[in-house]
């Protein structure tokens, strides 16, 4: 009885796993970007001309075009929606604050 349980427990437990390390749309959206942009040659770590968020990220989730980063339309508006309603969030965060 006690390795059934055992068992069962061991199986929620990885299946809760697999439910909560699941990507939602939108992050993969936004990591299809952040891989394009890697791949024409941007760089995560503070750069003055090929920096990942600044000069490539941003540009393209704003509509604008960047060399060397070509993106589907609607991974780009997807990323766009779910940055908003982050942005959304953390501004009522800090409406709320006292």
Do not use: Y
Request: charged share 20%; aromatic share 4%.
């Amino acid at each position: 009885m006690r390795q059934v349980r055992t068992t069962l427990m061991l199986m929620a437990i990885l299946a809760a796993q697999q439910v909560f390390a699941a990507e939602s749309a939108s992050d993969r959206s936004c990591s299809t970007i952040a891989d394009a942009c890697l791949a024409a040659g941007f760089v995560k770590t503070e750069s003055t001309t090929k920096g990942i968020w600044h000069d490539c990220m941003r540009p393209v989730i704003l509509g604008k075009t960047v060399t060397g980063v070509s993106i589907n339309a609607s991974v780009v508006k997807s990323c766009r929606a779910d940055k908003i309603k982050e942005l959304q969030m953390e501004l009522k965060e800090m409406q709320q604050a006292k």
